[in-house]
């Protein structure tokens, strides 16, 4: 059980990369300066427990960055729009089983699926705002008995990387708080507590750029504080090239 969050025993903190098969382009690589002439949107994840807050937080932001007068989408994982997102709906609300495996690789697919267009639009200069990422597939599925926080980002590998990840952190009293777990899958507090440690395990990777939020803080209040880190970011990065995630 200790155990369960990692694949084997930690590797000998090497400096080398996990395939070998690092040609040093460490970006977007062939987007080229081209794709880059104008300044890039950020990409900005929100994660955190249920009912931290994000899609509250997620919609407010946009529309506050749009009111400012910036581009800015809402994005939100799983999408369900799509065939894929349409099968994870149906899994969500305990209408279809799917394998564990192969709904880990679904959720996964389902963002890799939206990667051109979100590609675009970054380059375009549109912010996009993302509720739930790759952190909430990996932190999920390695709560599960049997898997391991390795084999669950491999697939996420190289999708495009947050400038910022937004951690909506709340208590799990607070969060029951607000309403009762709804029906869907995932939503007990045992499951819960163990999303949290994985997400606390994928915050060690200093190379992502965690920032920790209150989430018990007013919607008012918290909707601020993520404004304002949100256009501090968009400053920062909007000359720097999209990274890949855990490249
Ligand atoms: N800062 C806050 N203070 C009090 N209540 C809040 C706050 N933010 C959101 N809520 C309320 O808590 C509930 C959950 O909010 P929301 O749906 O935004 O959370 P979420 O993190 O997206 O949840 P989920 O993980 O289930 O999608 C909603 O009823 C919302 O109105
Ligand atoms: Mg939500």
């Known amino acids: 059980m200790a155990a369960a969050i990692l694949c084997r025993p930690p590797r000998p903190a090497a400096g080398t990369r996990r395939d070998g098969a690092g040609t040093g382009t460490g970006d977007g690589g062939g987007r080229g300066a081209g794709a880059m002439a104008g300044a890039r949107g950020a990409l900005i ?9 994000k899609s509250t937080q997620g919609r407010r932001l946009v529309e506050a ?3 400012g007068g910036h581009r800015a989408d809402l ?11 349409r099968l994870l709906g149906a899994y969500l609300a305990g209408e279809k089983d799917v394998e564990d495996h192969a709904v880990h690789l679904l959720f996964s697919a389902n963002r890799w699926e939206h990667v051109p267009s979100m590609k675009e639009k970054l ?7 993302v509720d739930r990422y790759a952190f909430s597939g990996v932190a999920f599925t390695s709560a599960k008995e ?10 996420d590998i190289g999708l495009p990387k947050p400038d910022l990840i937004l951690f909506l952190q709340l208590s799990p009293e607070e969060a029951a708080a607000r309403g009762d777990f709804g029906s869907e899958r995932y939503e007990n507090s045992l499951f819960q507590e163990k999303v949290l440690k994985s997400f606390y395990h994928l915050m060690k990777d200093k190379t992502l750029n965690w920032k920790m939020i209150d989430a018990s803080k007013s919607i008012e209040d918290l909707h601020r504080e993520i404004k304002s880190i949100a256009e501090e970011t968009m400053l920062e990065v909007q000359n720097k090239p999209l990274g890949e995630l855990w490249k």
């Open 45 to 53: 994840a929100l994660e955190g427990v249920d009912r931290a807050g």
């Open 123 to 129: 380059h375009q200069g549109v912010t996009l705002v």
């Open 146 to 155: 049997n898997f391991c926080v390795d084999w669950c980002k491999q697939p």
């Open 75 to 85: 994005l939100r994982f799983p999408e369900r729009t799509t065939e894929i997102g």
């Open 65 to 67: 960055l749009r009111a």
